[in-house]
């Protein structure tokens, strides 16, 4: 299916990440967000705020992201494609609803725009130390998707992939921008709506007699259905059967918690999004991700210029974690060097996944500001040593 | 034409339109000349009211490293500005300053530096709209660096500013180039000095 | 042997039966509880408002009233602690055809969710906010809640409670509420007639119900069992339809005053939005519809 013309801003723009995002979320077919202002990702809404009225659709500022978090679940419910849009404080408040979105499988988008932590923190300056969080910030075992963009441009496409991931598998999906992605300006090409797929959401063609609310297709994923059709079906965020009913028994909570896991499992490695340059011939592999995998190519450039053979791997997928991609390329190299700008989230990833084939080393950084970029090639350096 | 990487940062005090300057700038190279621009800009507690800075880095190529360390050219319309970006200048670049907002000479800037002032308040102020001087800056920059095509960033005006503003902004820039291309045009000849043009020089 | 005072045909049906899910009864409400009268009452309304039962959805939050939505036959949700009204919230904007009930429990709906409840009445969003008042948190063991009265025993106010309650229906009025009623479990008949009320009314509505829980509040608070509440019930409360809602604070023992307190005419939150935007962008606007984002 392509994309409603009404909702796509065709032509080339001179955007911001967060604006850039916000028309992703037009062109993927979102016509309702709910949100709470928050550095740095309130121009976000703000946008959607200014466009949504002459697109049609609805955008409400709630009292507060406990709010925002679960409005949007409601409308998704309703019958719209809906998303929300914070940064640290608000997507800690938020947490609670990505386990509701997860156990419920509702098809919605978080946008996180992340900045520097913990508490109210570096309101205005980046991090990307929500790694963690956005995989394990609810409570309980499940699975999301989060992707993230490391300009613009990609913050319009990866919104539109994200909301079509959304509806293919039924999660949560996390967009996860930091400051320094959201606030940078550059060109950003709006493709002609019949050049933008978009998944629609797959509703029931079975009667209300017939349709079960969670009885999976063979994909291990529910078909749709929106209140007011006559399905007459039921909701819950405990753990429940296929009828979607309240079940506190050993056997309904596995079945149910694996399936939440196991339907991503096509999407972990097979269709992990990611950008490889150099790895035929590469001693140490950079892996990265967001603003940092832009500072980590001047150091690689860098590196490269002194004769190391360097490669990248930059991480568009963070979750599900590719981890039989870096698992195939710790086969081959001697290290892989993970900057980013925490104290140590995705690199916990990479080591796992490496299985010690390869040295794996961290370039931290505590947020504010991002790497400079000698700091990386020390490590690339040392990695080859 | 094919452009090397060249970073500009502008820096002034919130409320002068620093911002605007520089996504101006971005938008003439990555829309209307179809190359690649990235701007990026400093937020934080002194965005507001306070200091401002924008960031912009134009190029034929997609840009990687999107920030500015050493900057190619700086635009100051501060005081402060200028005291405090002048020694992040690369040695042999350009610094463009608002002559009556900026009192030159108290830092030392790095060698070969080329300066050029414009009295783009006094400008802006003759077109009966003091908050256009960020546009006759871009208008003076555009003439003086001569790294922009200027049919392209009088587009980019146009494009950036409300129909009801379009008027007045496009004549701010046509007064800052035109001031500029003076300039130029005086520096060329023989006996000209390299100083900044000075109030009641015409 | 006992006598059949009525002749019941054997296949007869109880009249509320096609708006329950009778394949998840029996309930797990105690005996004596007032929620499932309250439930009775519901069901009574939705019949005799002839409403589309499509276009109907109830939302819940958490505890025992939480369970409400599993157990009616309508597009149900059961949404997590405090947040029934912003999920409503999102239903009804999607969806602004459906008929949307929030129906939750004191401590859901005013200690976790009270801000909620108060931005939903100042939007006069138009959500039909039925809440059974049963003074405590029932399904945690019956501890101290927003509206648990003064000197009441509970497991986390052994010594009595000091703090002051809300009163619900002052909260809703002054907050933005365009009905405004209270009842008790005993008063079926009235509390039937303001639920379909309600289903006619546009608007933020509010009907507060007060219900007994013989498990945890009664019989802590040495108050008798289900019955005894009917009966302190009839004896305390008196129905003063239209009375300040500031004068309906609840004590311990005392008087409870019932009726509708609050019908006033507010424009309701699509209105104010699309007389906004026309005024604003006149034939730009584009009314939100109802949505559909699917293939079919």
């Known amino acids: ?385 | ?202 | 042997m006992s006598e059949c005072l009525v002749d019941i045909p054997a296949d007869a049906i109880n009249p509320v039966e096609p708006y329950l899910r009778s394949e998840r009864i029996p309930h797990i409400w105690c005996p004596g509880c007032g929620i499932g009268t309250t439930v009775n009452c519901f069901a009574r309304a939705l019949d005799e408002s002839k409403l589309d039962l499509n276009k109907v959805a109830i939302v819940s939050g958490i505890g025992c009233t939480g369970r409400v939505a599993g157990y009616a036959a309508l597009d149900s949700f059961h949404t997590t602690h405090g947040r029934a009204i912003p999920f409503a919230t999102g239903l009804k904007l999607a969806n602004p055809e459906l008929q949307v009930v929030v129906y939750s429990g004191d401590g859901d709906l005013f200690a976790i969710g009270g801000n909620h409840f108060i931005h939903a009445a100042r939007r006069n969003m138009d959500l039909k906010v039925i809440c059974v008042n049963n003074l405590t948190y029932a399904m945690t063991g019956g501890q101290t809640g927003p509206a648990t009265p003064d000197h009441v025993i509970s497991t986390t106010s052994p010594y009595g409670v000091f703090e002051p309650a809300f009163n619900l229906v002052q909260l809703a009025e002054a907050a933005g509420a365009a009905y405004v009623a209270r009842w008790t479990t005993f008063h079926v008949k009235q509390l039937a007639r303001s639920m379909e009320e309600v289903m006619k009314k546009r608007g933020f509505c509010f009907i507060e119900i007060i219900s007994p829980c013989p498990t945890l509040y009664q019989r802590r608070n040495k108050m008798g069992d289900g019955l005894d509440t009917m009966k302190f019930y009839k004896q305390v409360s008196k129905i003063r339809n239209g009375a300040p809602t500031s004068e309906c604070g609840l004590t311990k023992s005392g008087e409870i005053v019932v009726g509708k307190f609050v019908d006033r005419d507010r424009p309701g939150y699509f209105e104010m939005l699309n007389a906004q935007m026309t005024e604003t962008l006149g034939d730009r606007y584009v009314i939100p519809e109802a949505s559909s984002c699917g293939d079919c």
Request: charge should be negative; aromatic fraction near 8%.
């Open chain 1, 1 to 385: 299916m392509h994309a409603d013309p009404r909702g796509v801003l065709t032509g080339v723009h001179f955007l911001d990440g967060d604006h850039a995002c916000c028309e992703g979320t037009l062109a993927a077919g979102a016509r309702f967000a709910a949100g709470y202002p928050i550095t740095p990702s309130t121009e976000v809404v703000e946008r959607f705020a200014w466009r949504i009225p002459t697109v049609g659709g609805v955008f409400i500022q709630m009292e507060d992201e406990l709010a925002a978090s679960i409005t949007m679940q409601g409308a998704v419910w309703g019958g719209a494609k809906a998303f929300t849009v914070t940064s640290g404080p608000g997507f800690s408040l938020m947490m609670e609803h990505i386990g509701y979105a997860a156990v419920t499988e509702t098809p919605c988008v978080f946008v996180n725009v992340q900045r520097g932590g913990p508490s109210t923190g570096l309101p205005t300056l980046p991090a990307q130390a929500d790694m963690m969080q956005a995989k394990w910030g609810s409570h309980g075992d499940y699975g999301i998707i989060a992707l993230c963009p490391n300009s613009p441009q990609e913050c319009f496409d990866l919104t539109i992939t994200g909301f079509n991931l959304a509806e293919e598998f039924r999660v949560p999906v996390m967009l996860m921008l930091d400051e320094c992605v959201g606030h940078m300006t550059e060109k950003v090409v709006i493709p002609e709506p019949d050049q933008i797929e978009i998944t629609p959401r797959r509703y029931t063609k079975k009667t209300p007699e017939e349709f079960r609310l969670f009885e999976p297709r063979e994909d291990k994923v529910p078909d749709m259905v929106k209140a007011g059709d006559g399905y007459h079906f039921h909701v819950t965020g405990l753990t429940h059967d296929e009828r979607g009913y309240p079940s506190m028994t050993v056997d309904t909570q596995d079945k149910m918690v694996n399936r939440l896991q196991d339907k991503l499992k096509p999407f972990t490695n097979g269709r992990a999004i990611f950008e490889a340059a150099d790895l035929e011939d590469a001693e140490v592999v950079v892996v990265s991700y967001g603003i940092t995998s832009r500072v980590a190519q001047r150091a690689i450039e860098m590196a490269r210029a002194k004769g190391i053979k360097v490669g990248k791997f930059r991480l568009i997928t963070a979750w599900p974690f590719p981890e039989q991609h870096i698992r195939d390329i710790a086969a081959k190299v001697k290290a892989l060097v993970v900057p980013e700008l925490n104290l140590g989230q995705m690199v916990r990833e990479v080591e796992r996944s490496a299985g010690g084939a390869a040295k794996v080393i961290g370039v931290p950084h505590a947020g504010g500001t991002v790497h400079n970029p000698e700091v990386i090639l020390k490590a690339i350096e040392e990695a080859v040593r």
């Open chain 2, 1 to 202: 034409m094919r452009r090397l990487l060249s970073e500009i940062r502008i820096a002034g005090f919130g409320g002068q339109g620093v911002i605007l300057a520089a996504s101006v700038i971005g938008k003439a190279v990555a829309i209307f000349e179809g190359g690649y621009s990235t701007m990026t800009q400093s937020f934080g507690p002194e965005a507001r009211g306070g200091s401002s800075s924008a960031q912009v880095i134009l190029s034929s190529d997609p840009i990687l490293y999107p920030y500015v360390t050493s900057p190619d050219i700086l635009v100051v319309m501060s005081q402060e500005a200028y005291t405090r970006f002048t020694p992040q200048l690369k040695p042999g670049g350009i610094l463009i300053m608002e002559n009556e907002l900026v009192q030159p000479g108290q830092v030392a800037a790095p060698e070969g530096v080329h300066v050029f002032g414009v009295p783009a308040t006094r400008l802006a102020e003759e077109l009966g709209r003091k908050v256009v001087l960020n546009i006759v800056m871009v208008g003076f920059f555009g003439a003086v660096t001569n790294l922009v095509d200027p049919d392209a960033l009088r587009k980019a005006v146009e494009d950036s500013v409300p129909p009801a503003m379009q008027k007045l902004n496009l004549a701010a820039f046509d007064k800052g180039f035109q001031y500029g291309a003076e300039l130029i045009h005086r520096m060329t000849e023989p006996e000209t000095e390299l100083v900044p043009a000075q109030e009641g020089d015409e």
